[in-house]
């Protein structure tokens, strides 16, 4: 798979799998929902390695920039986690 496909897959991936972490925290709270939930925001994170490892842009650009104070910006594809 080419660089720029394999992007767009992970950025898919992460979209879907953040769209069922939704229905996953709408169920009733217990042990097994709550690690559930970890799991799959570990897949999210995990993904966006992979677009780093890729070299895809940073979704967070000034998370370093200690300038922007206590500003934590949205991810760049719009994830709700």
Known sequence: MDRNREIIEIKRLRRDIDAKLQEVKALDP???VSLAV???????????????????????????????????????DGLIM
Do not use: F, Q
């Open 30 to 32: 217990c042990r097994e």
């Open 38 to 76: 970890t799991k799959l925001e570990e897949a999210i994170m995990w993904l966006g390695m992979d677009l780093k490892r890729l070299h895809d842009v940073d979704p967070y650009p000034s998370s370093k920039d200690p300038s922007t104070g206590d500003v934590i910006e949205d991810t760049s």
